[in-house]
């Protein structure tokens, strides 16, 4: 059976992810509430931030022209902040806001824009 996560809300996602990282992690697990200022963190196991929605709001989500939305950006992670994984590519992006999933671990977490272009001449 496939289920539509995208059609949860934030309240009812976060609870998905916590329900599954205690089920996966066990005893220890903390879980952050929404909307709090914690820096966007699901939940804390063992010194371990978990945080699982990629969520990035580029120039038209702020009211800007869309055509200076970030078209080829890189979520990338490390577990030493000198080499990085690229787990997120994304090439040609349109939308004002686009949401990725993330399957991944490490300790940094970077957005790469390769190529930075205003469409200004």
Same mark, same amino acid.
């Given at each position: 059976?496939?289920?539509?996560?995208?059609?949860?809300?934030? !309240?009812?996602? @976060? &609870? *998905?992810? &916590?329900?599954? *990282?205690? /089920?996966?992690? #066990? +005893? %220890?697990?903390?879980?952050? +509430?929404? #909307?709090?200022?914690? %820096? $966007?963190?699901?939940?804390? /196991?063992?010194?371990?931030?978990? @945080?699982?929605?990629?969520? *990035? !709001?580029?120039? $038209?989500? %702020? $009211?800007?022209?869309?055509?200076?939305?970030?078209?080829?950006?890189?979520? @990338? =992670?490390?577990?030493? #902040?000198?080499?990085?994984?690229? =787990?997120?590519?994304? !090439? $040609?992006?349109?939308?004002? =806001?686009?949401?990725? +999933?993330?399957?991944?671990? %490490?300790?940094?977490?970077? *957005?790469?824009? +390769? @190529? &930075?272009? !205003? #469409?200004?001449?």
């Amino acid at each position: 059976m496939r289920y539509r996560y995208e059609d949860l809300g934030d !309240r009812e996602f @976060q &609870q *998905l992810i &916590q329900a599954l *990282l205690a /089920h996966s992690l #066990g +005893p %220890g697990l903390r879980a952050m +509430p929404l #909307g709090k200022a914690d %820096g $966007g963190r699901d939940a804390v /196991h063992a010194a371990t931030v978990y @945080q699982v929605k990629f969520t *990035l !709001r580029h120039a $038209g989500a %702020g $009211g800007e022209d869309s055509a200076w939305n970030t078209r080829d950006f890189d979520l @990338q =992670v490390s577990t030493d #902040g000198s080499s990085w994984t690229t =787990v997120v590519p994304a !090439r $040609g992006n349109t939308a004002d =806001v686009s949401n990725h +999933p993330v399957s991944a671990s %490490g300790r940094y977490v970077r *957005l790469n824009v +390769p @190529q &930075q272009d !205003r #469409g200004i001449g």
